[in-house]
């Protein structure tokens, strides 16, 4: 069993729609990271969001840590083609020191 | 930012022959390394965190005389797939932190290996 569920596993939308990938935990984090991936490639670090409640943006991408650290959320706005890829949340569980990674979102963004 | 090469980026070989990828952290010191392997449209896969100077620890189920890791200095580690076979063919990928907590991990390009 995954500590983190990670939903939804694809997504697939319209050029200008918005999107909400979710990754939900029992655990609580100590920090939590999202990633994203293009075939072939590593994952590229988005964000780290370390304290309960954080708000962080990154131009068009809203990322949301839970008030008890065990949630988050990656909210995209007015999706574009180049936003394809895999989405995957990572988090540090407390006391641990290994990520542990939610099964991952491939997003599509038809044009 | 921080910089992780990983080397090489394809590997192409007959079943039987040993593969050796290289995990380098360029502009910061990695006190820990983690190795992953990826199958297609999956997440990743912890298979094993090395730290400087000592032993790695490998996760559950993965065999350590299979996939040897070396991490002889602060900035390079290094994952040897021994006598490989194709069900070994993966995508390997492998990550480093700095020191201090809550430090993010901090991916290298992969390492598409094909074992005929």
């Known amino acids: 069993t995954q500590l983190l569920e990670q939903s939804p596993q694809f997504l697939s939308i319209q050029e200008g729609e918005n999107l909400t990938v979710y990754c939900n935990s029992s655990s609580v984090f100590s920090s939590l990271q999202w990633y994203r991936q293009e075939p072939g490639e590593g994952p590229v670090l988005l964000v780290t969001v370390v304290t309960g409640g954080e708000v962080k943006k990154l131009k068009r991408l809203t990322f949301q840590f839970g008030d008890a650290r065990k949630d988050s959320s990656l909210h995209i706005t007015a999706a574009q083609p180049g936003d394809t890829g895999l989405y995957l949340c990572a988090g540090l569980p407390e006391p641990d020191y290994k990520l542990s990674f939610g099964a991952g979102t491939t997003v599509t963004v038809r044009a | 930012g921080a910089v992780v090469s990983q080397h090489p980026s394809r590997v192409i070989c007959k079943s039987g022959t040993s593969v050796k990828i290289e995990c380098r952290s360029l502009?910061?010191?990695?006190?820990?390394m983690f190795w992953y392997r990826q199958f297609p449209k999956q997440s990743l896969m912890l298979m094993a965190t090395s730290n400087e100077g000592s032993k790695a620890t490998y996760e559950q189920g993965v065999e350590k005389d299979k996939f040897l890791i070396n991490h002889a200095s602060l900035t390079l580690s290094t994952l040897t797939v021994t006598s490989a076979h194709p069900e070994d063919s993966s995508f390997y990928i492998c990550s480093a932190s700095g020191q201090g907590p809550n430090q993010p991990q901090h991916f290298g390009d992969g390492t598409r290996l094909s074992i005929l």
């Open positions: 502009d910061f010191q990695a006190t820990t």
